[in-house]
């Protein structure tokens, strides 16, 4: 990247860090598309993978008092099984179906909320945690984006905005970790990425920093819109790239 997009790549990132400690997810999914445009397709998803990390690990360290463990464990156990499963389907089922299926389903589910007019519904049970936690597995196996599905979780849990920050961004710093590990041995941290991580994830951390003090200011209903947007958002992203897919 020349100096021009340099400075593009900080802005994004100091801009997704900001996104994603405002909404609790959805960070990582603003990044990637603007990083595949400033590098070419493979790097630009590696490159997100690496720079992506430290962000969600500096929002779940500062929101880290408000897990709550049992139910932690109910998501993250589920969800990495689910996540071999999703890798075999990209496999063997056509991208473009499973993209545009996920995207569909999150569709639906924001128009249900909206419909609904009344957010105020009861909570669901803390066992259902499994299911969403296996289907987030899935759809991060195969198509890359499985917190949209943990975020509807957290909507419809009715958690409150610490324990949703804390909760989905410890679940996204344990895959993103994993998943580091992964490409770190499959040597696929060229030199040219490792030199320009740096700048980009110290502005992601950045962005987290200077989202706080807007969070605290922002009411619980008008944070929970926030995460039915962003849902809406992840949808649309799948859909589009299904679209866009030859």
Same mark, same amino acid.
Not at 11 to 32: D, R
Not at 105 to 131: E, H, K, N
Not at 185 to 209: D, F, K
């Given at each position: %990247?020349?100096?021009?997009?340099?400075?593009?790549?900080? %802005?994004?990132?100091?801009?997704? *860090?900001?996104?994603? *400690?405002?909404? =609790?997810?959805?960070?990582?999914?603003?990044? !990637?598309?603007?990083?595949?445009?400033?590098?070419?397709?493979?790097?630009?998803?590696?490159?997100?993978?690496? !720079?992506?990390?430290?962000?969600?690990? !500096?929002?779940?360290?500062?929101?880290?008092?408000? +897990? #709550?463990?049992?139910?932690?464990?109910? +998501?993250?156990?589920?969800?990495?099984?689910?996540?071999?499963?999703?890798?075999?389907?990209?496999?063997?089922?056509?991208?473009?179906? +499973?993209?545009?299926?996920?995207?569909?389903?999150?569709? !639906?589910?924001?128009?249900? /909320?909206? $419909?609904?007019?009344?957010?105020?519904?009861?909570?669901?049970?803390?066992?259902?945690?499994?299911?969403?936690?296996?289907?987030?597995?899935?759809?991060? *196996?195969?198509?890359?984006?499985?917190?949209?599905?943990?975020?509807?979780?957290?909507?419809? #849990?009715?958690? @409150?905005?610490?324990? &949703? %920050?804390?909760?989905?961004?410890?679940?996204? $710093?344990?895959? %993103?970790?994993?998943?580091?590990?992964? /490409?770190?041995? /499959?040597?696929?941290?060229?030199?040219?990425?490792?030199?320009?991580?740096?700048?980009?994830?110290?502005?992601?951390?950045? *962005?987290? +920093?200077? =989202?706080?003090?807007?969070?605290?200011?922002? @009411?619980?209903?008008?944070?929970?819109?926030?995460?039915? &947007?962003?849902?809406?958002?992840?949808?649309?992203?799948?859909?589009?790239?299904?679209?866009?897919?030859?």
């Amino acid at each position: %990247m020349d100096i021009a997009a340099d400075i593009t790549g900080i %802005m994004v990132w100091f801009s997704a *860090g900001f996104l994603n *400690g405002v909404t =609790s997810f959805g960070g990582n999914m603003f990044a !990637a598309p603007f990083m595949t445009f400033l590098m070419d397709g493979k790097n630009g998803i590696i490159f997100t993978c690496l !720079a992506g990390t430290p962000l969600v690990v !500096a929002i779940a360290a500062l929101y880290a008092r408000h +897990l #709550r463990p049992a139910e932690l464990l109910l +998501l993250i156990i589920p969800e990495f099984a689910g996540i071999p499963i999703g890798s075999a389907l990209l496999g063997h089922a056509s991208p473009r179906l +499973l993209l545009a299926g996920a995207g569909m389903m999150l569709l !639906a589910f924001t128009a249900w /909320q909206f $419909a609904m007019r009344r957010i105020a519904a009861d909570a669901l049970p803390v066992w259902t945690g499994v299911p969403f936690g296996f289907l987030s597995g899935i759809a991060l *196996g195969a198509t890359g984006l499985g917190g949209a599905i943990l975020g509807a979780y957290a909507f419809l #849990r009715r958690w @409150d905005k610490a324990s &949703a %920050m804390g909760m989905l961004n410890t679940i996204g $710093a344990v895959s %993103m970790l994993f998943c580091v590990f992964v /490409q770190w041995r /499959q040597g696929l941290y060229t030199p040219y990425i490792l030199a320009h991580v740096p700048a980009p994830a110290a502005a992601s951390v950045l *962005g987290v +920093l200077a =989202s706080v003090p807007v969070l605290r200011r922002i @009411d619980t209903h008008v944070f929970r819109l926030l995460m039915l &947007a962003m849902i809406a958002v992840s949808g649309a992203v799948l859909l589009v790239k299904s679209m866009l897919m030859p």
